[in-house]
């Protein structure tokens, strides 16, 4: 069996490594977004690829969710040192040796795409991660800074250093319309058996990976479940919220399946807190409730193999 | 009193910090080889120029003369299970973050002595150390590999690396013909009231100096007294020895300062081990012998003292 999931960061990874449990003779391709990326003293960092690839790898740091276990910080606090910042991105010394790696094969030209397989290669996730494009797409927030009025700041600065406390008027995947899906997402996707919507965010995530051309169209064409992220009107975690407010869309299970659409979602799965939207149904979809908490491997397992059940009953 | 010094690695750095004792009101000016630099792992590594600043920052591992004290090897380590080395060579975490900041502003465009003056910011060193250029410059040594056969290598690969265990047939500072002194290296010279050569490598660190065209010249203009890095026949510490035997020039204080020549030194500081080429003298410069081993802070700034009050002498 081939399975294709689409990832953002912690919420996707988990979901992932409970797919891997669920469904352990299965192919699985994760196609994982890059519109979180950024460059920090002159290397690049991907937040989304390096947390599936650490927490399916062994390497996470299983509490904060994110960066790797048993870290230190002694280069980001030698930078402070000389001034160099910003100190709001917590950069730890292991991390930094992903970064340099990376860093340096896309120096001597290799896509991220085979950067991200040589680096797979130590962590052995598992499965197969491919960043969605190898092209630079970068999510940009517009906001009203309270100290320097209208701008456009990187997803990174909105999210980390903000914590989204300041509201987004606009969120745009800056170059996605001219981005091409990296080598083997579409073939991926186009053998899958089905297509899982982990409980990332619907828009810096999931979003940004189908604004990339071709994506959305070659997932669209097969059977796709999803994994709502909002559970009883608000995010499993992270602000998906207020990623969802910028884009006008409710935060409740019903309003991002709606946003998706029943051209894309065949099937979507939320939590028992929202058994009545299951009861309602909506439109296009088989809706199904369950519990939807992650909050231990097994668990987290049992919520994948319900996804994945539901695409291969609606694949019939 | 304006002092210019000339500096390799760690027997440089360590002259000079009994040369800023020694002189306190002195302004010092120290042009640092950059031979050595490499280029590890994306980031621009300046061995020479580091130990220099950190040495005179205070930064410095004491013991081993190179390197930070309270370092720690996460990122080298993890760079390592990555599959990426050299493994040979030992960056520390702290150390990183100085190549991650020289690197960052090289790649902006900032020519090295701007970024050294940077870094400098930050360790206040006490004198104003400037890259002999801030073109390239690396030194590469032939060797007649073992394993390999004939080939040239980076004077850190067979410095480093091979411990200088393989003899050397040439030594060539590649790059040196075409580069230029960096500014304010040759006014710094011109204004000086003395020039000093402190115990460190002539063959590999001041010669490499020398041939940026254009500093032989001026520093020959001025008095020059330098401090022999041979003791009785071997280096004080590193290898010089396996530098000399290279270009042909015997491991004797005597051929050190013939290899210099009277032309470039006006005095030469020999060890009360060689007194009897003080006793015999050499034809164009004025010798003397005093202990020259810097065991302590105390005994390096006399023997800095030493060196410029010959100087001074010698300038009259």
Redesign the interface.
């Known amino acids: 069996m081939r399975i294709v999931a689409l990832a953002g960061g912690i919420g996707g990874a988990r979901f992932l490594r409970g797919l891997r449990a669920a469904a352990p003779e299965a192919e699985i391709t994760v196609i994982g977004n890059t519109g979180d990326d950024i460059s920090l003293?002159?290397?690049r960092v991907c937040p989304d690829l390096d947390t599936v690839m650490y927490t399916l790898g062994g390497g996470i740091n299983e509490e904060q969710g994110w960066g790797r276990a048993d870290e230190?910080f002694?280069?980001?606090e030698?930078?402070l040192?000389?001034?160099?910042g910003p100190s709001w991105f917590g950069l730890g010394?292991?991390d930094?040796?992903?970064h340099?790696?990376r860093?340096?094969m896309l120096?001597a030209g290799y896509p991220l795409s085979a950067v991200t397989e040589?680096?797979c290669?130590?962590w052995k996730p598992g499965v197969r991660l491919i960043p969605m494009t190898d092209d630079q797409v970068e999510t940009h927030v517009v906001i009203d800074d309270p100290e320097r009025g209208r701008r456009a700041v990187h997803f990174q600065e909105w999210w980390v250093r903000m914590r989204a406390s300041v509201p987004a008027e606009s969120i745009a995947a800056v170059g996605a319309e001219d981005a091409k899906p990296a080598p083997g997402v579409l073939d991926a996707v186009r053998e899958a058996d089905a297509v899982l919507f982990p409980p990332s965010n619907p828009v810096v995530s999931i979003g940004t990976i189908l604004s990339v051309p071709g994506i959305r169209e070659a997932v669209a064409a097969k059977t796709v479940v999803g994994v709502s992220p909002i559970i009883g009107g608000a995010p499993v975690r992270g602000m998906a919220d207020a990623c969802l407010t910028a884009i006008g869309v409710e935060t409740s299970a019903r309003a991002v399946a709606e946003h998706y659409g029943p051209d894309l979602l065949d099937g979507w799965l939320v939590d028992e807190a929202d058994a009545a939207t299951a009861e309602e149904g909506i439109e296009g979809m088989a809706v199904r409730s369950r519990p939807l908490l992650m909050s231990d491997p097994e668990s987290t397992a049992a919520i994948a193999r319900a996804a994945l059940d539901l695409a291969l009953e609606l694949k019939r």
Chains 1, 2 share one sequence.
């Open positions: 003293f002159g290397l230190s002694t280069v980001k030698e930078l040192a000389y001034g160099v010394d292991r930094f040796a992903t340099i790696v860093t340096q120096a040589a680096l290669d130590r």
